[in-house]
């Protein structure tokens, strides 16, 4: 029997060359151009839903800027 590890959308998104990690990049992560794509059709579905009910959706920056 073939055991099969769990896994999260971080790593499927990986495998899937959607998303890429780095360990230059700490804390964050690259999204490929299909991976924009893709997470910004879920974002809409999310913020369609959210409205659908009644709520405001808060968005947060996708970059964060260092600060010293």
Do not use: C
Request: proline letters at 3%; hydrophobic letters at 40%.
């Amino acid at each position: 029997m073939e055991i099969i590890k769990k896994k999260d959308w971080v790593d499927l998104a990986s495998e899937a060359s959607y998303l890429f990690r780095s360990p230059n990049i700490t804390g964050g992560m690259i999204y490929s151009p299909e991976g924009v794509l893709i997470r910004n059709y879920i974002n809409n579905i999310i913020k369609d839903e959210f409205e659908k009910e009644g709520f405001s959706l808060w968005s947060f920056s996708d970059r964060v800027a260092k600060t010293d």
